[in-house]
């Protein structure tokens, strides 16, 4: 029996995978939570195998949450984590991929390819959608010249370019001040760029982000 924890902030959508789910055999829904913060709350309460768990929520994203199960805030062994959203970004595939997670699904997915990924992740394997997959071949293949930023320092500079300030962002992203102060200073030099502006619009004419 796998174990399963249903993370989305969606009401509707997160009834609708536990009613889909919960008919599967082998398959036992243990929790549902709406956002990453409650997500590692309740996995560390019932302790699920695989963690399902949306990306874009409100307060702690699914990549800050996948990072910190992955660092066993819901204790040891820690539970694996299946991506499945809407999104497939270069750098959310990698941010999520980069944090810990097994696999990355889009919800267009159809049923049989989502219960097969979840027992896949929960053998210990990676799942990933085709589409997903491309997306990685693609970005591994880019040219070495260009300037590599880490999925967190892509993360916070998206932050940046949304208007946030430094504490924001920390609380976005459950991480300190002086932690994402680090992690812009690495973006500058990495883009020679001066302050945060020239950094935003550089990362864009690079098309590092959107």
Partial sequence: MIRLLVVDDHPIVRAGLVAVLAEEPGLEIVGEAA?????????????????????RMPGVDGVAATARLAAGEAGTPAPRVLILTTYETDEQILAAV?????????????????VAAIRSVA?????????VAVRLVERMRRPAAEPVLTP??????????????????GVDLGIG??????????????????????AVTRAMELGLLP
Avoid at 35 to 55: C, K, N, Q, S, W
Avoid at 152 to 169: C, H, T
């Fill in 35 to 55: 956002d990453g913060d409650e997500a590692v709350r309740i996995a560390a309460e019932t302790h699920p195998d695989v963690v399902l768990m949306d990306l």
């Fill in 98 to 114: 980069e944090a810990g997670a097994g696999g990355y699904l889009l919800k267009a997915a159809p049923r049989a390819e989502i």
């Fill in 123 to 131: 053998a210990g394997q990676s799942a990933l959608s085709p589409q």
């Fill in 152 to 169: 967190r320092e892509l993360d916070v500079l998206r932050r940046v370019a949304q208007g946030r300030s430094n504490r924001q962002i």
């Fill in 177 to 198: 001040e002086a932690t994402v102060k680090t992690h812009l200073q690495k973006a500058f030099d990495k883009l020679d760029a001066p302050d945060r502006t020239r």
